[in-house]
T-cell receptor, first 115, second 114 residues
Framework: AQKITQTQPGMFVQEKEAVTLDCTYD???????LFWYKQPSSGEMIFLIY????DQQNATEGRYSLNFQKARKSANLVISASQLGDSAMYFC????????????WGAGTKLIIKP | GAVVSQHPSWVICKSGTSVKIECRSL??????MFWYRQFPKQSLMLMAT?????????EQGVEKDKFLINHASLTLSTLTVTSAHPEDSSFYIC??????????FGQGTRLTVV
């Protein structure tokens, strides 16, 4: 079974609109971390935001916020006021406790911001 | 944030030759480094995990004799693609982590074997 599921292969969004990228996960580990990374066409992986399973509040980093719904095992990324430079692949990833710090990756969502 | 430098950014090599890719953590000591391979329009595929001073742990299906990984110090790991063939052409990317922090990635290496 897939541990990280990103159901949106691609999205088009108008510039300045908010966008939500979906991510659901599956784990029986009570302690885990959830990450979002951005990969522009140049290839580098850029860390965006982190949510720990025991964190009480949703993580926020500038225009990025993580809508963490633990009971639903969902960790959606919300980008407010999208910009043309937000066009990229976005990956959701999970790290479980006993994993030697390995990340389990989702398939990614290609986000294109339209001017 | 922490910086991981990967070199070279792109390389073209002849079939049958070997290519070495370096991954350096510039401002922190990386206890664990990971090597990934990424095919076009796909997610990252973990190839191996390396801890400083010990042998790398390879994922199932990854040939350890073909993809040699050396993690000689807390700041340097290398991936050598030996006797490269066109099917080894891909995007290779490393990441480094320092215990319970986010993983920091190198810029990636586009390998083309001709």
């Amino acid at each position: 079974a897939q541990k990280i599921t990103q159901t949106q292969p691609g999205m088009f969004v108008q510039e300045k609109e908010a966008v939500t990228l979906d991510c659901t996960y599956d784990t029986s580990d009570p302690s885990y971390g959830l990450f979002w990374y951005k990969q522009p066409s140049s290839g580098e992986m850029i860390f965006l935001i982190y949510q720990g399973s025991y964190d009480q509040q949703n993580a926020t980093e500038g225009r990025y916020s993580l809508n963490f719904q633990k009971a639903r095992k969902s960790a959606n990324l919300v980008i407010s006021a999208s910009q043309l430079g937000d066009s990229a692949m976005y990956f959701c990833a999970m790290r479980e406790t006993d994993s030697n710090y390995q990340l389990i990756w989702g398939a990614g969502t290609k986000l294109i911001i339209k001017p | 944030g922490a910086v991981v430098s990967q070199h070279p950014s792109w390389v073209i090599c002849k079939s049958g030759t070997s290519v070495k890719i370096e991954c350096r953590s510039l401002d922190f000591q990386a206890t664990t480094m990971f090597w990934y391979r990424q095919f076009p329009k796909q997610s990252l595929m973990l190839m191996a995990t390396s801890n400083e001073g010990s042998k790398a742990t390879y994922e199932q299906g990854v040939e350890k004799d073909k993809f040699l990984i050396n993690h000689a110090s807390l700041t340097l790991s290398t991936l050598t693609v030996t006797s490269a063939h066109p099917e080894d052409s891909s995007f290779y990317i490393c990441s480094a982590t320092q215990r319970n922090t986010e993983a920091f990635f190198g810029q990636g290496t586009r390998l083309t074997v001709v």
